[in-house]
């Protein structure tokens, strides 16, 4: 029987201990990352050097409590953390951002045997964890997984495709949603990283048009077998569990668009400042001044959605509403940041010599990943109307 912790993440970190950590890694981000984001991108190049780095500052374990081994922060301090790596780099947000969804999963709705196995491992970042909903024909409608989890004795015997696994080749632990006769269920896949382990082939990493560096895969379960103990929580309750912790999600991708906004603006900024027409630096436009206001009151709008929407989730109120409101905001916001910087930026901010590119190529994974904003749009409603009825 699973003992859920009653509140899985911290709900307060004292402020001088979030800001020195954000602050570390914001000097990590300068030192080590944006000096070099933009080669690794355009070469689809896996950042081995700069995961190790994350590994030794505690990246993957921040929300996780520190008697597994992590450094037990909340999630204030984790959006500030993801908006810094995002600032430089967006793709290494999307490393820690299903490894902490998996372990949230188990954090939430793991028994202690299980939070005991897995999560000092995933605290280090080995292994490192990948989340693993989304199939060929069931993206936005999950209801549609064909996954199948069949119990046999002390096994489950695992049959199906998933779609865009993110992580999924170096992942060593994968927290899978497959159906079982209940209904759909959250169950532990233990792997060795790679394309092949024992009944899982994982394809070749999908060629995308950003977020690049980081693999996302189809992996083809044929008759792989896990152990019964590795099901999370109830058999058939697996949906809901795993929608919760996608609000962890949504928190991520809301403050890495505010990362990527950040970066897009102040690139702008700096840019109007330095770029002469007509006598007089462009920022002294009535025109770009106009775009650089739209353009910053939105970044601050959006960034204080992803706080408001990250301390009501670790305060353990419900969240679906604010966190989908943040993640429509912060996305639409980044895309439309990085689009204004590459206008701000003329001719220049269409070729490779700046990483506005880049910024313009990452942002609409945002609209799109953890549910469209179509679907957040759908979940914002839903929720409103809910809380109206059920105050
Ligand atoms: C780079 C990348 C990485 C990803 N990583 C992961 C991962 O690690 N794990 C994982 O499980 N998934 C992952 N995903 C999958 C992602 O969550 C899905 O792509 C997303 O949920 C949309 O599903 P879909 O692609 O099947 O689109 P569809 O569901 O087919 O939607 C197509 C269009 O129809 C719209 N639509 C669908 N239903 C409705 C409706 N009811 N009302 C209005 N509009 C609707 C959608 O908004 C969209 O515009 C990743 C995707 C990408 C691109």
Redo the contacts with the bound molecule.
Sequence with gaps: MAEPASSPISDATDPDVRREIIETVRRFVAREVIPVASEMEHADRFPAEIVEQMRELGLFGVTIPATYGGLGLDLLTYVGVIEELAYGWMSLT?IIN?HTMAATLIMAHGTKEQRERWLPGLASGQPRG?????EPD????TRNISCRATRDGDEYVITGT???????ERAGLVALAARTDEGVSAFIVEKEPGPQFEGIAVSKN?G?LG?RGIE?VEMAYSDHRIPAANLIGESGRGLPQILGVLEIGRINIAARAVGVARAAFDAALSYAEQRKTFGKPIGEHQAIQLKLADMATRLQAARLLTRDAAERKAAGLRCDVEAGMAKLFASETALEVATESMRIHGGLGYTTELPVERFYRDAP?MV????????QR?VIARGLMARRRNP
């Design positions: 999307g299903t990948a989340l693993s909903l989304s069931a993206g936005s409608d998933k779609a865009w696994v993110t992580n999924g999908v995308k977020y996302t994974l799109i990943g953890e549910g469209t904003n179509e679907i759908l």
